[in-house]
């Protein structure tokens, strides 16, 4: 049973250093929140705009990029409200988090409750996904509040016999699955950490007879929302859909890994096997340390989990996205923020130590999100904005793939900027292409008799985001132009 401490800092401090902290957070997804809808954003809108209806959200759109919570609040503001109001639905849950997260901390004590707040506060991963229009924000508010209900109801006189929280985590599950389906991959880790920890007041039956009261209802949920997806592509005439769908290989795996713990601590080695061992030594010490009470939680979110889906995603193919693995993400920074603490009670050399580690690691996340936001995920909408100011009253431009029509579609109805967008050939005025990551955009290219020449190129940094570049054909006026036919 968790003993409480004394509070190390008066309460009053304590609630402002946490508004404050909570303000930060805040303050830098909204910061990451400028420019454009890239890609996946730009497709829910579109998909939103063609469904039409609560209804036609849940049944008509069956993709994997439909995340339900996600596109009823596009659905409310529209599908071409300005991008900041698109992405304020994730802002709001996303920032809620950190006030969960610091009560989470908070059940040791205030100074545990403020170093985990920080942390989600400024923590790069969390700062982009939650600033940009998905599901992940509210998904990861419904896992954190699910962490909670567990962590108290653990933590509660084994001879009482409490009764589990069972509807309270199946109406966050329901909640968690229709922000994003991946929420799947919590229930797992709540597993693990419920019959550990009750194993060790009774026998294993008795253990895996309580974490199924507990989450018997929330796998209920899942079945149901499983069979309500399976029903709806069953009853359309394209049947489930998804996006890009890679092959999969360890370098891309261990790619993936190491752009997840970069993105969530701040911290990197130039090669990505070195900071996946560093991180997994960091991790094994500080559980060695960690309170046996969520030790359970923080083995399984943080190790099992990681491990378990890489060998799923090496037998089904696709090395995954960091989105991926926002139930590790989770588990470290809690994990972090408990053994920060606990070496600051300690005090002595230990005390230093990770003050100062704590410290780096904000500082290192701090400019990580400096960098993501300078990025904007690429900003298409310049590029809106540079076909305005050379042909104020509407064009026509020329893509290669389907993949950037919404992005350059949203973005030009999100400000009234008449545009035509074209894949077959014809006299376009502009030429939009979707880069490869690693590729630099040609000076000139030919496309339909006729030679552009780059005018706009954007670049996004990491996680998520569009390349492209933006050229104009060769005889274009400046300032001149009518409205596409």
Known sequence: MLIQQKPSIQPRRATAALAAIILLGLALRLWSARGGLWVDEAWSAQFVAQAGSAWGIFWRINHDNNHYLNSLWILLVGPYAPPLLIRAFSILTGTLSIAVAGAIGWRRDATTGLIAALLFAVSPILVAYGAEARGYGPMLLAMLLSVLLIDRWLDSDPHRNDAPPAWALAALTLAGLLAQLTYLFALAAYAGWIVTTRSRRGSIDSAVATTARALGPSAAVFALVVAFVIAAA?????????????????????????????????????????????????????????????????????????????????????AGFARYYLVAVVGLLLLLADSARAAIRHGGWRKGVAIVLTLLVVCASLHRDYALAAAARGDPARAIATMQSRVPLGTTVLVDTIRPIPVLDVAARSIGYPLAIRQTCSKAAFVFIDLDPTTAPASMIARCNDRYRLVQAGRHLALSGLDWALYARGDLPEKRGRAPR
């Open 234 to 318: 069953s009853a359309s005439t394209t049947g489930f859909q998804a996006g890009g769908y890679p092959s999969f290989t360890l370098a891309a795996f261990a790619d993936v890994l190491a752009e997840t713990i970069a993105y969530t601590t701040g911290f990197a080695l130039p090669v990505a096997t070195a900071t996946i061992g560093v991180a997994l030594v960091a991790i094994a010490a500080l559980l060695w340390r960690a309170a046996s009470d969520r030790r359970p939680f923080y083995l399984f979110a943080t190790i099992a989990f990681p491990l378990v889906l890489g060998v799923a995603l090496w037998r089904i193919g696709n």
